[in-house]
């Protein structure tokens, strides 16, 4: 029985090894990513796979987590690095 895998409900999966590619990494940090659960991964089984759609809209709530860390005023440190009491 032969598949079709252009339908229009298909859905087309990436591996570590894309996703390492997509996102200018290794490998092993995609899967160390997936195994703390800090990147969007479909397990099957013991493999990981990817949904291209889920990893962009992962890199675009990235983005917007670093422009509103960006706008945060950071409190400075003491000149001795100690804490201050209040």
Not at 8 to 28: F, H, I, Y
Request: glycine share 8%; proline share 6%.
């Amino acid at each position: 029985m032969e598949t079709n895998q252009e339908g229009p409900n298909s859905v087309q999966l990436l591996d570590a090894a894309q996703v390492a590619a997509l996102l200018g990494v290794t490998k092993e940090w995609v899967y160390e990513a997936s195994r703390r659960g800090a990147i969007p991964v479909v397990r099957l089984g013991r493999y990981c796979r990817y949904r291209p759609d889920a990893i962009e809209a992962w890199i675009g709530d990235l983005e917007g987590a670093s422009a509103m860390t960006s706008t945060v005023r950071r409190v400075p440190s003491t000149s001795s690095g100690a804490l201050r009491p209040s």
